[in-house]
Nanobody
Framework: QVQLVESGGGQVRPGGSLGLSCAAS????????MGWYRQAPGKERELVAQISSVAGATWYIDVVKGRFTISRDNAKKVVYLQMNSLKPEDTAVYSCGCRVQRVDYWGQGTQVTVSP
């Protein structure tokens, strides 16, 4: 079955950087677009960044453009999110996700906290 396992969250001061990883299994990773989502307390989950399956085309929500970078390694079946210049409003649980055969999957998430 589809499994997504995130790692790399933590606490960082404003202006700092964190890198997240998501290891995928149970499906042909290279065939599917992957996304990073976040959910802050009291808010709905939102798509932060997305990367296409092969060509690697990327998309970002406006508030992270220029600060976050999504990438993938199809051989390792891993998708990454590099987050720079972090702000307190980036605090959330971050999870990776994909749609496989019309079903949406997310990992368990990893906490990112940005505070002084």
């Amino acid at each position: 079955q589809v499994q997504l396992v995130e790692s790399g969250g933590g606490q960082v001061r404003p202006g700092g950087s964190l890198g997240l990883s998501c290891a995928a299994s149970g499906f042909t990773f290279s065939n599917y677009a992957m996304g990073w989502y976040r959910q802050a307390p009291g808010k709905e989950r939102e798509l932060v960044a997305q990367i296409s399956s092969v060509a690697g085309a990327t998309w970002y929500i406006d508030v992270v453009k220029g600060r976050f970078t999504i990438s993938r390694d199809n051989a390792k079946k891993v998708v990454y999110l590099q987050m720079n210049s972090l702000k307190p409003e980036d605090t959330a649980v971050y999870s990776c996700g994909c749609r496989v055969q019309r079903v949406d999957y997310w990992g368990q998430g990893t906490q990112v906290t940005v505070s002084p």
